[in-house]
């Protein structure tokens, strides 16, 4: 036994001259008053794990954005013992399918201590946490891949740590000589043919993967990737299925502490497994995985001050896993038909009209946060409940995350409009994410399903449609003269005339770029035929326009473009430059004013439309 | 028994003409599918109970935010039985505090069938959900409430349900005359001193509350309020504690399906209890309640059908409770200080400078959704990664919901940020709500939190402290003269003068308005002294102005008043008629034109704040 005291440390440097998140405060406060406690003692049924020092004290807490907490003797390796049954199990079960696991051993509680060697009335093991049942787990994966059983395991137990993991011989060495009940309870399960491969290689494999090092740091990881649907949250990988891991969680919640297990999910509320090694890990669903080292056992056979963590962690934050609340509105960010909110299309009078008719046929739900199996009823709820749009656009740039269950409900929503010839147009995902591929996977054969990345190009679509249903195909090569410009209302027909002979008549292929931001602005131009779209650099559609419309007229007000102008099809402009423009406007002041009028009316106009979207978003 | 024929109901009407939720629509489908299912048979070992429809089959699912489907016979009355007991064990667990009770009835698995005369080796119940458990919650009850007993039970039961429960006569009687087995278990707990009341007395309290009538309906909301922290979702009443709640769940899980809780648990995985009377009711924390009936049975006691919609639901949609997902980052919709994003607040150069010096003093973060563990969690490790603000402004507008442990974790937030001097400024949360109450509950000591409804209200006053704390007291009732006004900056001396000879000026008193949306425009003016605010009718702020500034200056373009104009101080401003101004520009004409531009920049940048905002908003 070394007697080097420990030297815990409570936080990373960098926390020391700022505030500190409070969870790195509350696992210090855990650490500071946890660590006088010396009740418990040391497992000493191997003469190698007696060698632990009682004295260390390693907390460490893992979230699923991949952050680890750490107080004291986190980094401080010990063998894994028991807490290497639930990773065990969740293997067997990817490697072999469930119904092999599942066949040979039980997932009722036994109500036996673990070392039990009583079978339940199959003769097969109560459970994957008692021995009995983690020898068959190693059994299994040893029928599945013979001499690599172990390297198996080792290897797989690494990924759900996220490093690769090694094995103190010297405890191997010693539980393989002292096994004799492991060996008992293993010939009991060979009798029974639970086990098919013979004993001394079944227990070669448990005895190693018993004697894997880890440290508190790891079990924070391993738990958390639990907690996490079986994707490490640190390395990103999917260790196992989501199916092995809510069995496993399962098997850990009815008899991971034994005959200890009603209290553990009455009073504390999270799985958790321990191991004699002094490792406690407790994997809370969809929130944190939480590890800790204390070798002093108490008379379970569970980490004294280990318990004391997970107790005062459930306690203090109320993390009991059956004391959840949710709300199901949260995902619906922005609810709206393009009568309230239309697209930033500048329209002509025809098609305005056509919109002005059918304000509700085209429904806008902006999504937030998680599409969960709450959020996603509420939403199909809503279009349930009111008059059926044509369109319905799904905006999910906001969206984060997923669930099975959301995706699998919002598909069925989709194939519920699809039947009552709603067409659902979604934006804000892009076609290479992992979303897509789910969403597809589910709705490939729908042909009712659109997407646009941006919510303003899926509002414009939707708009042209519900257009040409009812006002039939929008000439785009109309051609309009500069009489009908609103930017030059106002002026007598001679002031046009002098202005027409002062422009230039340009032409733009499909896709040309026309102005690019941060040129000189030195021009104005009149859109005289085709669709134009103007962009900010960072790729934000302002408008869109069409024949009849004005764009560069910033150049009135500010010496560089601020926008990029792109041909949406091939267009034509008159062009006058901004130097003729001045020159024209002193030898006419008031037609001036009256373009600046103009000008003002409708930059008034946009900031209108700009402040009645910033309190749609900002509404209750 | 009756012969006649149910007739399901597949959906309310008005879903039959439009796209209806698929929840509905696989509720109906378990319906249709599990309805030729004949197996089992109805409980006959009291007379009473055979004479049940075996074709009845109703399903009934309450979701969270109080909505109820409902699929078939789902408004049939039968009685309760054993599903009263996690209820009546939660009434007691509130009623007599938890150490009485928890210290006489335990809480691990029995492993023996429901009505096991065996008791724990203290000689109490196993768990709360055995005959044994049940009757001696019955008894502490009695205890504390003597002969209203059972009026409390039902009283209780009716308001996890949403309305008055009543009694099946014939049914208590039949159970009474025939519970000799259930006579010899009371006489064995009054042995062991855990019943304290008479047996006679208890008994005709739990034979009559197993007699109580519930419908699919009422079990799928009493189910919704067990996930919903024991709030019903239907009439927002609070029945029971969170603490009774997560109890009451953690010995559905551990024991709540007898000796089929492991398979349970590991298959579903849904809290769950039935009854004898063919009820099911299945509770998944924070999401949904679900209540079934279908009277015929398998060997364990529980309705064939029944189990077949639980297993149904939880495979279909993934719903097993230890196979969650959520995402921590969800929480935070836009995070960003004042140099990107300043406050409407239009300032002098004096204070722009100050403001600007200081861009990162004043850090906002937008926090949307639930603010549970892991979201609050994130938030705080944001705020201890990165330079010290002096000021965070937390905008709670789109918080929906906070969990206990979102909000503990938020005050030890704001503790943190206290001790190092951070000032905490709350936005979107009225003092008037829960919310309110329970931060400055936990939070009340602290002299860092301040709070302002309107986000933007927020950022102007965190704003003010910092040209304060930079820059001394700004002088409010500074006084400029129309030079200083932007709006005619370019004009000659002359024509500021013709212009000032044409005002009138103006004195107005704090909280004066001045003008109102919906007034006819006539005349515009420029503030000489004070500070105004401009409001839209809805009351969003949208700008507050100091002297040199000019408001109402949209009578150039638009003939009424779009907004309110209100004083925050006393104010003085220089007024001028549209008549007088229209004919200060038809002697002026180059005058008018630079006006109009001015007026024309004005808008542009009040339109380019406007869109970065909404590109903020729209940012990943």
Not at 3 to 13: A, G, L, S, V
Not at 137 to 145: D, E, F, K
Not at 473 to 499: K, M, V, W, Y
Request: aromatic share 8%; proline share 5%; glycine share 8%.
């Amino acid at each position: 036994m070394t007697t080097e005291q420990p030297k815990p440390i409570r936080h990373p440097q960098h926390w020391a001259t700022a505030a500190m998140p409070p969870l790195q405060r509350f696992l210090a406060g855990c650490h500071a008053e946890f660590w006088p406690d010396h009740d418990g003692a040391v497992a000493n049924y191997i003469p190698e794990l007696g060698k632990a020092d009682p004295a260390h004290f390693g907390i460490s807490l893992a979230t699923l954005d991949g952050h680890v907490y750490e107080v004291g003797d986190s980094r401080v390796p010990f063998t894994i013992q028991s807490m290497s049954k639930p990773f065990v199990f969740a293997i067997a079960l990817d490697a072999l399918g469930s119904d092999q696991v599942e066949r040979v051993i039980g997932v009722e509680p036994s109500g036996d201590p673990f070392n039990s060697i009583r079978l339940n009335a199959e003769n097969h093991p109560f459970n994957p946490m008692v021995n009995a049942g983690a020898i068959a787990c190693s059994g299994l994966v040893r029928q599945a891949r013979h001499g690599d059983a172990f390297e198996t395991i080792r290897d797989a137990l690494g990924r759900f740590a996220g490093r690769r993991l090694d094995v103190d011989d010297a405890v191997f060495t010693s539980e393989a000589a002292t096994g004799d009940r492991n060996r008992a309870i293993a010939y009991l399960l060979r009798t029974s043919d639970v086990l098919k491969e013979p004993v001394d290689d079944v227990l070669a494999v448990y005895f190693r993967q018993c004697a894997v090092l880890v440290t508190a740091r790891d079990c924070a990881i391993m738990a958390a990737t639990l907690a996490n649907r079986g994707v490490n949250p640190v390395t990103g990988e999917q260790v196992v299925t989501p199916y092995a891991v809510s069995r496993t969680l399962a098997v850990m919640t009815s008899s991971g502490m034994y005959d200890f297990a009603g209290e553990w999910i009455y009073r504390v509320g999270i799985p958790a497994k321990s191991g004699v090694g002094g490792g406690i890990l407790a994997s809370l669903p969809a929130r944190l995985g939480l590890g800790s080292y204390s070798p002093r056992l108490d008379g379970h056979g569970n980490s004294v001050r280990g318990i004391k963590v997970c107790e005062a962690l459930s306690a203090h934050y109320g993390l009991h896993m059956l004391n959840r609340s949710d709300d199901a509105r949260t995902s619906i960010i922005a609810d709206y038909d393009i009568g309230a909110n239309p697209s930033r299309r500048s329209r002509r009078a025809q098609e305005r009209d056509i919109l002005a008719a059918h304000p509700d046929a085209v429904r806008v739900l902006e999504l937030v946060g998680t599409l969960s199996f709450s959020n996603v009823d509420y939403v199909s709820r809503q279009l349930a409940g009111s008059a059926r749009p044509q369109f319905v656009i799904f905006d999910l740039h906001r969206v984060t995350a997923m669930t099975q269950a959301g995706l699998r409900l919002l598909a069925e929503l989709f194939r519920e409009l699809a039947d009552f010839h709603v067409t659902v147009v979604l934006s804000g995902i892009r076609r290479s994410s992992a979303e897509w591929q789910e969403i597809t996977e589910r709705t490939g054969d729908l042909g009712n399903v659109r997407d646009f990345y941006l919510l303003d190009t899926a509002i414009e679509w939707a708009e042209d449609q519900i257009v040409y249903r009812y006002g039939g195909a929008i000439d785009f090569i109309e051609t309009t003269e500069l009489a009908e410009q609103p930017l030059l209302a106002g002026l007598s027909g001679d002031e046009r005339h002098e202005l027409a002979a002062l422009a230039t008549i340009k032409h733009y292929q499909q896709g040309e770029r026309i102005l690019a931001a941060g040129e000189p602005a030195n021009s104005l131009f009149f859109l005289r035929s085709g669709v134009i779209h103007v962009t900010l650099p960072d790729g934000i559609r302002l408008a869109t326009l069409t024949a009849g419309q004005c764009f560069g007229e910033m150049a009135l007000l500010e010496p560089l473009r601020s926008a990029d102008v792109v041909a949406d099809f091939s267009a034509t402009a008159f062009e006058i430059t901004l130097d003729d423009f001045e020159r024209f406007r002193a030898r006419h002041p008031k037609a001036g004013e009256r373009i600046m009028r103009n000008l003002a009316q409708l930059l008034a106009e946009r900031l209108t439309i700009a402040n009645a979207r910033l309190n749609l978003l900002a509404a209750d």
